[in-house]
């Protein structure tokens, strides 16, 4: 019972162009509000305080129809007539129990109510506020000079400042839980998306290796981590594809693509705990070789390729194997990224002259 009245209360909004978060806050709105007169009227009915329980039944209904505007589609309506009902019926109990019944309070928890449905900007809502507030200038100078209607007794009044006092709490904190955990959520999808597109810029569609620019930038990391101290020894690869073109030509670019997708998984695998690879453009790959030098660096890419000769890449009823061609080196922190980067591929075009399907180093 209790989860179907929180999904109820928690229903999305059916119109794309309204929002969840101001309908949750002035559903929440209305059914503290509905809460709190029935409160006072059960203060009311045992303080003997009858003739006053014939103005609690309207905010009772304009509480319930209030609830039921939130489904309607139309959050201005649903807030408008929120708004209008607590300024009407704060207004009408101060003229009929005075200043001392502790009403105008309410205000406040109007207030938060505008400052947390609106998305006007900052003028509109510091205007409000400056309205909240002679609004209740207003009221504070009838009530002085105008004696209420019904007189509460003391101890009438002592319940009602209570009552009045926690619903008022109970309504700030409520409309302020749900805003804050909406702006929360909003905030983690924000980070998420962000971190999405992030990923999605730093790395290569087909293969799900890091591209190009994003390579760059880890070697620029890395150099800098070995001018602090932190890094001895580095080396480099960059791997071609053989015949890369005539396998498009033959079966298609499609399978040229499941190819590109096999290796890299093969290099991914190979790589784990060594150090990483990024597809450097085309049938290129670059690796990097963490903390290794050539000779080290050499038994890895051994082990690799031996991997790659196993590999049979499976396209309809085809059966493909693929071979590659390597240029090998030890990372030179002095002269940086595009002097090593050239000179594993002078090694690598050396490899392709020799005949393919070998590592130069």
């Known amino acids: 019972m209790i989860q179907k009245f929180i999904k109820v209360v928690f229903k999305d909004v059916e119109n794309e162009n309204e929002t969840k978060k101001v309908s949750v806050i002035l559903r929440l709105n209305a059914i503290i509000m509905f809460i709190y007169f029935i409160c006072i009227l059960g203060v009311f009915l045992i303080t003997g305080e009858r003739a006053s329980i014939l103005l609690l039944l309207p905010c009772l209904c304009a509480y319930a129809v209030a609830f039921y505007t939130t489904y309607l589609n139309d959050t201005k309506f649903a807030a408008f007539f929120s708004v209008f009902i607590t300024v009407d019926w704060i207004y009408i109990f101060i003229r009929r129990f005075g200043w001392d019944c502790g009403i105008q309070h309410f205000i406040f928890v109007l207030l938060v109510l505008g400052f947390t449905i609106s998305y006007r900007k900052l003028p509109w809502k510091v205007a409000m506020s400056a309205l909240a507030c002679v609004f209740r200038l207003i009221l504070y100078a009838y009530a002085n000079t105008n004696e209420p209607f019904t007189a509460l007794n003391q101890k009438t009044s002592t319940v009602y400042q209570i009552?009045?006092?926690?619903?008022?709490?109970?309504?700030?904190?409520?409309?302020?839980?749900?805003?804050?955990?909406?702006?929360?959520?909003?905030?983690?999808?924000?980070?998420?998306?962000n971190e999405k597109l992030h990923k999605l810029a730093s790395l290569d569609p087909l293969t799900g290796l890091l591209n190009r620019r994003s390579m760059r930038e880890y070697l620029e990391k890395r150099i800098k981590a070995y001018n602090d101290g932190h890094v001895e020894s580095m080396a480099l690869a960059i791997g071609d594809i053989d015949y890369f073109k005539k396998i498009n030509d033959t079966y298609g670019h499609e399978c040229g693509d499941i190819v590109l997708k096999r290796l890299a998984a093969l290099f991914t695998e190979c790589m784990e705990?060594?150090?990483?690879?990024?597809?450097?453009?085309?049938?290129?790959?670059?690796?990097?070789?963490?903390?290794?030098?050539?000779?080290?660096?050499?038994?890895?890419?051994?082990?690799?390729?031996?991997?790659?000769?196993?590999?049979?890449?499976?396209?309809?009823?085809?059966?493909?194997?693929?071979?590659?061609?390597?240029?090998?080196?030890?990372?030179?922190?002095?002269?940086?990224?595009?002097?090593?980067?050239?000179?594993?591929?002078?090694k690598l075009y050396r490899g392709k002259e020799a005949g393919r399907d070998r590592t130069i180093y």
Request: proline share 0%; hydrophobic share 40%; net charge negative.
């Open 273 to 346: 705990g060594k150090g990483c690879v990024s597809r450097w453009g085309g049938e290129e790959f670059l690796l990097v070789f963490r903390h290794m030098n050539g000779d080290e660096a050499l038994i890895v890419l051994n082990d690799l390729n031996r991997k790659m000769k196993k590999l049979q890449v499976a396209y309809k009823e085809e059966r493909i194997r693929v071979t590659m061609t390597f240029g090998l080196s030890e990372f030179d922190f002095e002269h940086g990224i595009d002097y090593s980067v050239n000179d594993v591929d002078k």
């Open 163 to 193: 009552i009045n006092s926690v619903f008022v709490f109970i309504g700030i904190t409520g409309i302020l839980a749900v805003f804050t955990k909406d702006s929360m959520e909003m905030e983690q999808k924000l980070v998420q998306y």
